[in-house]
Protein backbone atom coordinates (compact mmCIF):
# COMPACT_ATOMS: atom_id res chain seq x y z
CA UNK A 1 0.00 0.00 0.00
CA UNK A 2 1.50 3.21 -0.73
CA UNK A 3 2.92 5.95 1.44
CA UNK A 4 0.20 9.08 -0.08
CA UNK A 5 -0.83 10.86 2.86
CA UNK A 6 1.02 12.96 5.54
CA UNK A 7 1.74 10.88 8.55
CA UNK A 8 2.56 13.73 10.80
CA UNK A 9 -1.13 14.23 10.55
CA UNK A 10 -1.71 11.39 12.71
CA UNK A 11 1.79 10.17 14.47
CA UNK A 12 3.92 12.13 16.34
CA UNK A 13 7.24 11.25 18.28
CA UNK A 14 9.00 10.13 15.00
CA UNK A 15 12.06 7.32 16.58
CA UNK A 16 13.69 4.17 15.87
CA UNK A 17 13.17 1.16 17.50
CA UNK A 18 15.58 -1.55 16.75
CA UNK A 19 15.66 -1.50 13.03
CA UNK A 20 12.33 0.18 12.75
CA UNK A 21 10.92 3.90 12.27
CA UNK A 22 7.97 4.08 14.52
CA UNK A 23 6.17 7.19 15.96
CA UNK A 24 3.18 7.36 18.48
CA UNK A 25 -0.50 7.68 17.48
CA UNK A 26 -1.84 11.48 18.18
CA UNK A 27 -5.26 9.93 19.32
CA UNK A 28 -4.38 6.85 21.51
CA UNK A 29 -0.32 7.17 22.08
CA UNK A 30 0.35 3.71 21.07
CA UNK A 31 2.98 2.58 19.27
CA UNK A 32 2.54 2.71 15.69
CA UNK A 33 5.09 1.35 12.62
CA UNK A 34 6.33 4.37 10.25
CA UNK A 35 4.04 2.38 7.74
CA UNK A 36 1.33 3.04 5.56
CA UNK A 37 -0.27 -0.30 6.09
CA UNK A 38 0.52 -0.61 9.22
CA UNK A 39 -1.17 3.18 10.38
CA UNK A 40 -3.87 1.98 8.04
CA UNK A 41 -4.70 -1.17 10.05
CA UNK A 42 -4.09 0.74 13.52
CA UNK A 43 -6.89 3.48 12.28
CA UNK A 44 -9.27 0.70 10.62
CA UNK A 45 -9.46 -1.03 14.31
CA UNK A 46 -11.22 -0.03 17.46
CA UNK A 47 -7.94 -0.54 19.52
CA UNK A 48 -7.47 3.38 18.49
CA UNK A 49 -8.93 4.83 21.33
CA UNK A 50 -9.95 8.31 21.29
CA UNK A 51 -10.27 8.78 17.06
CA UNK A 52 -13.17 9.80 15.80
CA UNK A 53 -15.66 7.35 13.97
CA UNK A 54 -15.75 9.75 11.00
CA UNK A 55 -11.68 8.97 10.91
CA UNK A 56 -12.35 5.18 11.60
CA UNK A 57 -14.67 5.01 8.91
CA UNK A 58 -12.17 7.29 6.45
CA UNK A 59 -9.67 4.52 6.72
CA UNK A 60 -11.84 1.60 5.97
CA UNK A 61 -13.04 3.03 2.57
CA UNK A 62 -9.14 3.70 1.91
CA UNK A 63 -8.27 0.23 2.54
CA UNK A 64 -11.57 -1.54 0.07
CA UNK A 65 -10.89 0.96 -2.69
CA UNK A 66 -6.97 1.30 -2.83
CA UNK A 67 -6.40 -1.03 -5.73
CA UNK A 68 -8.82 1.37 -7.77
CA UNK A 69 -6.98 3.23 -10.75
CA UNK A 70 -9.96 5.62 -11.01
CA UNK A 71 -10.93 7.75 -8.20
CA UNK A 72 -13.84 10.36 -8.71
CA UNK A 73 -13.93 13.10 -6.01
CA UNK A 74 -17.18 14.73 -5.30
CA UNK A 75 -17.93 17.14 -2.51
CA UNK A 76 -21.59 18.25 -3.19
CA UNK A 77 -22.81 16.80 0.02
CA UNK A 78 -19.42 17.29 1.91
CA UNK A 79 -20.18 19.34 5.10
CA UNK A 80 -18.03 20.26 8.07
CA UNK A 81 -20.12 17.79 9.70
CA UNK A 82 -19.43 14.64 7.49
CA UNK A 83 -15.90 15.12 7.34
CA UNK A 84 -12.74 14.70 9.71
CA UNK A 85 -11.51 18.47 10.78
CA UNK A 86 -8.10 17.41 11.30
CA UNK A 87 -7.56 15.37 8.22
CA UNK A 88 -5.99 16.62 5.23
CA UNK A 89 -5.76 15.16 1.54
CA UNK A 90 -2.90 14.85 -0.57
CA UNK A 91 -3.07 14.12 -4.02
CA UNK A 92 0.13 13.30 -6.07
CA UNK A 93 0.13 13.70 -9.17
CA UNK A 94 2.88 12.10 -10.21
CA UNK A 95 6.92 12.87 -10.37
CA UNK A 96 6.21 14.06 -13.83
CA UNK A 97 4.41 17.01 -13.26
CA UNK A 98 6.18 18.15 -10.07
CA UNK A 99 3.07 19.44 -8.54
CA UNK A 100 1.46 18.32 -4.73
CA UNK A 101 -1.26 19.94 -3.78
CA UNK A 102 -3.12 19.45 0.04
CA UNK A 103 -6.47 20.24 0.42
CA UNK A 104 -8.34 20.32 3.26
CA UNK A 105 -11.87 20.10 4.31
CA UNK A 106 -12.51 23.53 4.22
CA UNK A 107 -11.47 23.85 1.07
CA UNK A 108 -13.92 21.36 -0.52
CA UNK A 109 -16.33 23.54 1.15
CA UNK A 110 -15.45 26.31 -0.58
CA UNK A 111 -15.38 25.21 -3.74
CA UNK A 112 -18.76 23.10 -4.26
CA UNK A 113 -18.66 22.38 -7.63
CA UNK A 114 -15.91 20.60 -7.57
CA UNK A 115 -15.75 17.32 -9.77
CA UNK A 116 -12.25 16.07 -10.72
CA UNK A 117 -11.72 12.84 -11.88
CA UNK A 118 -8.14 11.72 -11.90
CA UNK A 119 -6.96 9.31 -14.55
CA UNK A 120 -3.25 9.22 -14.77
CA UNK A 121 -2.27 5.46 -15.90
CA UNK A 122 1.25 6.42 -13.87
CA UNK A 123 -0.65 7.36 -10.46
CA UNK A 124 -1.95 5.05 -7.99
CA UNK A 125 -1.66 7.35 -5.03
CA UNK A 126 -4.98 8.92 -4.67
CA UNK A 127 -6.95 9.00 -1.68
CA UNK A 128 -10.69 9.32 -2.30
CA UNK A 129 -11.49 11.46 0.17
CA UNK A 130 -15.33 11.26 0.18
CA UNK A 131 -17.74 8.75 -0.97
CA UNK A 132 -18.54 9.11 -4.50
CA UNK A 133 -21.29 7.60 -7.09
CA UNK A 134 -21.53 7.82 -10.66
CA UNK A 135 -24.58 9.20 -12.41
CA UNK A 136 -25.71 5.90 -13.41
CA UNK A 137 -25.80 4.67 -9.47
CA UNK A 138 -27.76 7.38 -8.79
CA UNK A 139 -30.38 7.11 -11.39
CA UNK A 140 -30.98 3.70 -10.59
CA UNK A 141 -30.87 5.00 -6.58
CA UNK A 142 -34.18 7.44 -7.75
CA UNK A 143 -35.81 4.46 -9.51
CA UNK A 144 -35.55 2.19 -6.45
CA UNK A 145 -36.64 4.73 -4.13
CA UNK A 146 -39.38 6.02 -6.51
CA UNK A 147 -40.97 2.27 -7.09
CA UNK A 148 -40.87 1.99 -3.31
CA UNK A 149 -43.07 4.70 -2.50
CA UNK A 150 -45.35 3.92 -5.54
CA UNK A 151 -45.94 0.53 -4.63
CA UNK A 152 -46.27 1.05 -1.40
CA UNK A 153 -48.22 4.55 -2.11
CA UNK A 154 -46.52 6.56 0.76
CA UNK A 155 -47.44 9.97 0.97
CA UNK A 156 -44.65 12.11 -1.11
CA UNK A 157 -44.16 14.86 1.87
CA UNK A 158 -42.06 11.84 3.70
CA UNK A 159 -39.52 12.33 1.31
CA UNK A 160 -39.27 16.01 2.17
CA UNK A 161 -38.92 15.23 6.05
CA UNK A 162 -36.06 16.03 7.95
CA UNK A 163 -36.18 12.46 9.60
CA UNK A 164 -36.15 10.66 6.03
CA UNK A 165 -33.51 12.94 4.87
CA UNK A 166 -31.08 12.50 8.07
CA UNK A 167 -31.88 9.01 7.86
CA UNK A 168 -30.73 9.08 3.92
CA UNK A 169 -27.96 10.78 4.88
CA UNK A 170 -26.50 8.17 7.68
CA UNK A 171 -26.90 5.07 4.95
CA UNK A 172 -25.57 7.20 1.77
CA UNK A 173 -24.11 11.03 2.77
CA UNK A 174 -23.34 11.17 -1.33
CA UNK A 175 -26.79 11.05 -2.19
CA UNK A 176 -29.33 13.22 -2.63
CA UNK A 177 -32.77 11.79 -2.73
CA UNK A 178 -35.35 13.30 -4.97
CA UNK A 179 -38.22 15.38 -3.72
CA UNK A 180 -41.47 14.67 -3.32
CA UNK A 181 -41.83 17.73 -6.45
CA UNK A 182 -39.66 15.16 -8.55
CA UNK A 183 -41.64 11.68 -7.19
CA UNK A 184 -44.55 13.24 -8.35
CA UNK A 185 -43.68 14.85 -11.66
CA UNK A 186 -40.63 13.44 -13.53
CA UNK A 187 -40.03 10.18 -11.61
CA UNK A 188 -43.98 8.92 -11.99
CA UNK A 189 -43.98 9.87 -15.68
CA UNK A 190 -40.64 7.53 -15.83
CA UNK A 191 -41.69 4.91 -14.10
CA UNK A 192 -45.42 5.24 -15.89
CA UNK A 193 -43.62 5.14 -19.00
CA UNK A 194 -41.17 2.35 -18.34
CA UNK A 195 -44.61 -0.05 -17.42
CA UNK A 196 -46.47 0.44 -20.15
CA UNK A 197 -43.94 0.17 -21.90
CA UNK A 198 -43.11 -3.84 -20.60
CA UNK A 199 -46.63 -4.02 -20.55
CA UNK A 200 -47.12 -3.48 -24.44
CA UNK A 201 -44.46 -5.66 -25.14
CA UNK A 202 -46.12 -8.70 -23.00
CA UNK A 203 -48.86 -8.01 -24.69
CA UNK A 204 -47.41 -8.19 -28.41
CA UNK A 205 -45.55 -10.76 -27.81
CA UNK A 206 -49.01 -13.35 -26.47
CA UNK A 207 -50.91 -15.43 -28.66
CA UNK A 208 -53.71 -15.14 -26.60
CA UNK A 209 -54.98 -13.26 -23.67
CA UNK A 210 -58.67 -12.72 -21.50
CA UNK A 211 -60.35 -9.45 -20.67
CA UNK A 212 -61.98 -8.76 -17.09
CA UNK A 213 -63.99 -6.00 -16.54
CA UNK A 214 -65.74 -4.89 -13.16
CA UNK A 215 -67.44 -1.83 -11.90
CA UNK A 216 -66.71 -0.09 -8.92
CA UNK A 217 -67.83 3.61 -7.16
CA UNK A 218 -65.19 5.81 -5.36
CA UNK A 219 -65.99 7.94 -2.11
CA UNK A 220 -67.51 10.55 -4.32
CA UNK A 221 -70.41 8.10 -5.96
CA UNK A 222 -68.71 8.21 -9.27
CA UNK A 223 -69.18 5.06 -11.18
CA UNK A 224 -66.06 3.67 -12.47
CA UNK A 225 -65.23 0.65 -14.79
CA UNK A 226 -62.00 -1.44 -14.44
CA UNK A 227 -60.24 -3.42 -17.31
CA UNK A 228 -58.03 -5.91 -16.49
CA UNK A 229 -55.63 -8.09 -19.07
CA UNK A 230 -54.81 -12.01 -18.34
CA UNK A 231 -51.96 -13.45 -20.08
CA UNK A 232 -50.98 -17.03 -19.17
CA UNK A 233 -48.33 -17.47 -17.17
CA UNK A 234 -48.30 -13.48 -15.69
CA UNK A 235 -50.12 -11.67 -13.18
CA UNK A 236 -52.74 -9.90 -13.78
CA UNK A 237 -51.95 -6.43 -15.21
CA UNK A 238 -54.19 -3.51 -14.86
CA UNK A 239 -55.51 -1.71 -18.22
CA UNK A 240 -57.37 1.38 -17.46
CA UNK A 241 -60.47 2.64 -15.14
CA UNK A 242 -63.09 4.36 -16.84
CA UNK A 243 -65.57 7.17 -15.11
CA UNK A 244 -68.81 6.21 -16.74
CA UNK A 245 -70.55 8.78 -14.29
CA UNK A 246 -73.70 9.92 -16.20
CA UNK A 247 -74.00 6.98 -18.67
CA UNK A 248 -76.80 4.46 -18.25
CA UNK A 249 -75.05 1.13 -17.66
CA UNK A 250 -77.23 -0.30 -20.34
CA UNK A 251 -76.06 -3.65 -22.53
CA UNK A 252 -74.94 -1.46 -25.36
CA UNK A 253 -72.97 0.89 -23.84
CA UNK A 254 -71.21 -1.82 -21.53
CA UNK A 255 -70.51 -3.51 -24.77
CA UNK A 256 -69.46 -0.46 -26.26
CA UNK A 257 -66.43 0.41 -23.67
CA UNK A 258 -65.43 -3.46 -23.62
CA UNK A 259 -65.39 -3.45 -27.87
CA UNK A 260 -63.36 -0.88 -27.59
CA UNK A 261 -60.31 -2.21 -25.45
CA UNK A 262 -60.76 -5.09 -27.75
CA UNK A 263 -59.65 -3.44 -30.47
CA UNK A 264 -56.52 -1.81 -28.72
CA UNK A 265 -54.93 -4.98 -27.26
CA UNK A 266 -55.99 -6.72 -30.76
CA UNK A 267 -59.27 -8.45 -31.08
CA UNK A 268 -56.95 -11.43 -32.55
CA UNK A 269 -55.56 -12.25 -29.22
CA UNK A 270 -58.67 -12.40 -27.36
CA UNK A 271 -59.97 -15.64 -26.22
CA UNK A 272 -62.21 -14.76 -23.65
CA UNK A 273 -64.35 -11.52 -22.04
CA UNK A 274 -65.10 -11.75 -18.33
CA UNK A 275 -67.79 -9.71 -15.95
CA UNK A 276 -70.13 -10.46 -13.71
CA UNK A 277 -73.61 -11.94 -13.86
CA UNK A 278 -75.72 -8.37 -13.90
CA UNK A 279 -78.63 -8.94 -16.66
CA UNK A 280 -76.96 -5.47 -18.40
CA UNK A 281 -74.03 -7.77 -19.11
CA UNK A 282 -75.35 -10.64 -20.42
CA UNK A 283 -77.04 -8.21 -22.91
CA UNK A 284 -73.58 -7.01 -23.38
CA UNK A 285 -72.00 -10.63 -24.01
CA UNK A 286 -74.31 -11.02 -26.68
CA UNK A 287 -73.63 -8.08 -28.80
CA UNK A 288 -69.74 -8.57 -28.44
CA UNK A 289 -70.54 -12.74 -29.16
CA UNK A 290 -72.06 -11.29 -32.29
CA UNK A 291 -69.71 -8.92 -33.21
CA UNK A 292 -66.66 -11.21 -32.30
CA UNK A 293 -67.79 -14.95 -32.91
CA UNK A 294 -64.07 -16.30 -31.42
CA UNK A 295 -64.48 -14.50 -28.40
CA UNK A 296 -66.12 -16.25 -25.71
CA UNK A 297 -68.13 -14.34 -23.19
CA UNK A 298 -68.65 -15.51 -20.03
CA UNK A 299 -70.01 -14.40 -16.04
CA UNK A 300 -67.42 -14.48 -13.10
CA UNK A 301 -67.32 -17.86 -11.53
CA UNK A 302 -66.50 -16.19 -8.13
CA UNK A 303 -69.79 -14.50 -8.54
CA UNK A 304 -71.75 -16.80 -9.00
CA UNK A 305 -70.66 -18.95 -6.36
CA UNK A 306 -71.26 -15.65 -3.64
CA UNK A 307 -74.63 -15.54 -5.20
CA UNK A 308 -75.25 -19.05 -4.93
CA UNK A 309 -74.04 -18.83 -1.02
CA UNK A 310 -76.23 -15.67 -0.50
CA UNK A 311 -79.16 -17.77 -2.15
CA UNK A 312 -78.81 -20.84 0.61
CA UNK A 313 -78.28 -18.31 3.32
CA UNK A 314 -81.72 -17.41 2.93
CA UNK A 315 -83.17 -20.52 3.45
CA UNK A 316 -85.20 -20.69 6.48
CA UNK A 317 -83.26 -22.93 8.57
CA UNK A 318 -79.95 -22.01 7.51
CA UNK A 319 -81.38 -18.40 8.07
CA UNK A 320 -81.60 -19.06 11.28
CA UNK A 321 -78.13 -20.35 11.94
CA UNK A 322 -77.01 -16.97 10.30
CA UNK A 323 -78.85 -14.84 12.59
CA UNK A 324 -77.64 -16.30 15.55
CA UNK A 325 -74.18 -16.38 14.59
CA UNK A 326 -74.43 -12.74 13.47
CA UNK A 327 -75.87 -12.49 17.46
CA UNK A 328 -73.28 -14.13 19.09
CA UNK A 329 -70.36 -12.06 16.95
CA UNK A 330 -71.98 -8.94 18.28
CA UNK A 331 -72.33 -9.76 21.76
CA UNK A 332 -68.28 -10.70 22.25
CA UNK A 333 -67.06 -7.67 19.76
CA UNK A 334 -69.33 -5.01 21.75
CA UNK A 335 -68.24 -6.44 25.19
CA UNK A 336 -64.63 -5.43 25.93
CA UNK A 337 -63.53 -8.51 28.33
CA UNK A 338 -65.28 -11.32 26.90
CA UNK A 339 -63.67 -10.15 23.84
CA UNK A 340 -60.10 -9.81 25.70
CA UNK A 341 -61.20 -13.77 26.84
CA UNK A 342 -62.36 -14.75 23.41
CA UNK A 343 -58.55 -13.83 21.96
CA UNK A 344 -56.92 -15.05 24.56
CA UNK A 345 -58.45 -18.75 23.91
CA UNK A 346 -58.06 -18.32 20.54
CA UNK A 347 -54.21 -17.97 21.08
CA UNK A 348 -54.17 -20.92 23.00
CA UNK A 349 -55.97 -22.79 20.52
CA UNK A 350 -53.48 -21.56 17.78
CA UNK A 351 -56.47 -19.99 15.86
CA UNK A 352 -54.84 -17.36 13.97
CA UNK A 353 -57.98 -16.14 11.72
Keep these: MSHDFDFKTFLINQRREGTRLVGSCKNCNKTVPWSSAKLQEH ?7 G ?26 SL ?18 SNVSSQLT ?13 ITSPSNKKVVAFMDH ?23 FHIFDSAVFLNFMSHIRPVYKPPSAKVLSGRLLDSCYNTIHDKVRKLIASTPTLSIVSDGWSNIRQDHLVNFLILVPGHKPI ?19 EIIRVILEVGETKVASVITDNASCMQA ?9 PKIFANGCAAHVLNLLIKDICEIERYA ?14 HRHAVNHEYNELRRQLNITR
Excluded at 80 to 94: E, F, R, V, W, Y
Excluded at 140 to 154: G, I, M, N, P, Y
Excluded at 320 to 331: I, P, Q, S
Aim: glycine share 4%; proline share 2%.
Design 133 to 155: MTEADREKCDELLSLFAFRTAVP
Design 43 to 49: KRGKACI
Design 105 to 117: ASDFNNSPDIHTV
Design 79 to 96: SQDSAPSSMNLILDLGSS
Design 238 to 256: FWEAVDTSGVEQSGVNIAN
Design 320 to 333: EVLTKAVAVVKFIK
Design 51 to 76: QSEEERIYFIKRFKESKEEKCIITTS
Design 284 to 292: AWTILENRF
